[in-house]
């Protein structure tokens, strides 16, 4: 079994509906969901910690260098900063890696992104407001070939999609299994 260290978005926690989904999605896969609070959710506050306070906290919860890492948006963003750092892991699961800020395309989250050497798999709707899929895939022209990125077609920063797009949020969520399970075959030939 694989265990995989998931940090909780800005405004979730480790209990909220997504990290619940991504847990739903991935045990059956033999991956052993660790989910964990933030500091500042843990004391009821909203006010987010400043980030060593987020990076410590998760290097607190890694068992082993043989864990995933990752998270949904901020906390897969503290996960992808650790691994920059070298905090020695398997590898990053990425769950709507928050590429800027709403609204605010110019204020760029990527200058981390070359320094990881482990490898990556990021998953991002296409209609996420937090990554803009050309200005992902400049930052990613710099990374190197262990970052597979996968788009979720229609889906927004929760995953969530359109019913005139033809699809559900659960075709979402197999979708992401099937691409997760490969991944991770791949990950054990390497």
């Known amino acids: 079994m694989t265990t995989f260290v998931c940090a909780h978005g800005a405004g979730g926690h480790k209990d909220d509906g997504g990290m619940q989904r991504i847990a739903r999605v991935l045990e ?3 991956i052993d969901v660790t989910r964990f609070n933030f500091p500042y959710r843990e004391k009821g506050s909203r006010r987010i910690d400043p980030m060593p306070v987020l990076k410590n906290s998760f290097k607190e919860k890694i068992p082993t260098e043989a864990a995933l890492i990752g998270g949904r948006s901020m906390g897969g963003r503290v996960a992808s900063m650790l691994a920059a750092e070298g905090v020695a892991c398997r590898g990053l699961l ?3 890696y928050p590429l800027h800020p709403a609204g605010e395309p110019q204020k760029l989250r990527d ?3 070359p320094s990881i ?3 990556v ?3 991002n709707g296409t209609r996420d407001a937090l990554c803009r899929r050309d200005l992902m895939e ?3 022209a710099s990374v190197g070939p262990n970052w597979r990125m996968h788009w979720l077609e229609g889906a927004d ?3 969530h999609v359109l019913k005139a797009s033809g699809r559900t949020d659960k075709d ?3 979708e992401s299994a099937t691409v997760t399970r490969d991944w991770l075959c791949q990950l054990g030939s390497s």
Do not use: D, G, I
Request: with cysteine; proline share 8%; net charge neutral.
């Open 94 to 96: 990425l769950f709507a």
């Open 28 to 30: 059956p896969l033999s």
């Open 172 to 174: 979402v969520l197999e």
């Open 121 to 123: 798999l990021c998953f």
């Open 138 to 140: 400049h930052a990613l």
């Open 117 to 119: 050497r482990c490898p």
């Open 157 to 159: 920063h929760s995953f």
């Open 111 to 113: 200058a981390h992104l």
